[in-house]
């Protein structure tokens, strides 16, 4: 068993480098610093079996207090240091983001924001859905560019179980349509694939969103934080996923739309439209991996898996000024080498974070 040690950019002060506009921060294996994902509560209304298992998740388990949280502000600051180094996209997660108090509110500030050679950052969210309908509309004034639902069935006795609330599938559809006509399209779909509990729901998935111009995308079950008791044998991959949905509506694949782009995309040969297959575990990405993630109350981790974060509520709280944000963030990317999902089986960890408090 291999172990990967990581350069603490805490102890190594770096400063940010000199970027044209355009340009991006490289980490230690060439991948430049593209996106933030902010996960803005680490509180949820579902308990999924594979995310937030009621057992582990229970009724006296210590969320963050609010006082915890990184203020609206603060993450404005952060993202703007982000977009100094190379993002260009910004995706709020949870957690529930639609949790979060005056969500809306951090949309309109983190949409006035611009990158170096001056364009809006792509803005989106990803959501369960239950609040969806009573917010698309906010979020889309606000300035949000477009929304990701997880939908893990359409049965709803199914549904019930895997998200482990009295939330009926009806809600969640009404969501998705609330946004669509919100402008906040193409929606995309994530169901998480998990063998024996939902692999029947496949097929009804598909054939319900062909057509409808949003967009099913399949997630791989992962091993991530340490409570959902992963196996392999529980993974069904995108590639049988392919072959399934093909046998009933032939597909095609499509171009990716930007390097490093997570989904491997599929077309309905009749132009039905198009499906997605999240392979983090058949086929790793970590190659094309652009993401930074900030935790809700201020850490940054460079990987789904890791067991570290760095520290910058400390350094917002300080007075610095947006120079040393930037350095701070330059230097975490910098140190970057990251490749879990590459090394699955080989990179043992013993406490990875939670995807319920990082996000997806
Ligand atoms: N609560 C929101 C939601 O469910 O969309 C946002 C946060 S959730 C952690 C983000 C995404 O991670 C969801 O699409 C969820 O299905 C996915 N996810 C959570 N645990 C997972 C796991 N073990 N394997 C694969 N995807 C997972
Ligand atoms: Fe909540 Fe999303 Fe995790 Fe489900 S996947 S428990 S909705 S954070
Ligand atoms: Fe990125 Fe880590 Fe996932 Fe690899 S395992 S794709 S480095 S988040």
Not at 226 to 254: C, H, K, Y
Not at 258 to 274: I, K, L, M, N
Request: aromatic share 6%; charged share 20%.
């Amino acid at each position: 068993m291999s172990r990967v040690i990581y350069l603490h950019p805490e102890d190594q002060p770096v400063a940010a480098p000199v970027l044209a506009p355009g340009q991006a921060v490289h980490d230690t294996r060439g991948r430049p610093l593209r996106d933030l994902r902010i996960s803005v509560t680490d509180r949820c209304n579902f308990r999924c079996t594979y995310c937030m298992p009621r057992e582990v998740f229970g009724a006296d388990h210590a969320f963050l207090p609010h006082s915890a949280l990184l203020s609206f502000e603060e993450i404005t600051r952060v993202a703007e240091a982000a977009l100094s180094q190379g993002v260009r996209k910004i995706r709020l997660t949870g957690g529930e983001p639609l949790l979060r108090k005056q969500i809306e509110t951090l949309v309109a500030m983190l949409a006035q924001l611009r990158t170096p050679d001056g364009q809006a950052p792509e803005l989106t969210l990803t959501t369960n859905g239950t609040l969806l309908a009573r917010k698309a509309q906010a979020l889309a004034d606000a300035g949000l560019s477009r929304v990701t639902v997880s939908l893990d069935a359409l049965d709803d006795t199914l549904f019930e179980r895997m998200s482990d609330s009295g939330v009926p599938v009806a809600t969640i559809l009404a969501g998705i349509e609330a946004a669509a006509r919100a402008g906040l399209a193409p929606v995309k779909v994530n169901m998480v694939v998990r063998r024996g509990m939902n692999d029947a729901q496949i097929l009804p998935m598909a054939r319900h969103f062909r057509g409808t111009g949003h967009v099913l995308r399949f997630i791989e079950y992962m091993d991530v934080g340490n409570s959902n008791g992963w196996r392999m044998d529980e993974v069904v991959t995108g590639a049988e996923i392919v072959r399934l949905i093909g046998a009933e509506f032939p597909l095609q694949p499509i171009q990716a739309h930007y390097h490093g782009e997570v989904a491997r995309r599929w077309a309905y040969a009749d132009g039905g439209g198009e499906i997605g297959l999240i392979t983090s575990v058949s086929q790793p990405f970590c190659g094309s991996c652009t993401r930074l993630r900030l935790s809700p109350e201020g850490r940054l981790f460079t990987c789904l898996f890791a067991e570290q974060g760095y520290d910058l509520r400390a350094l917002l709280r300080s007075g610095v000024g947006a120079q040393a944000l930037k350095d701070r963030l330059a230097g975490v990317w910098l140190a970057r080498g990251d490749r879990y999902s590459e090394l699955r089986g080989q990179a043992h960890r013993d406490h990875k974070i939670e995807m319920s408090y990082i996000g997806g």
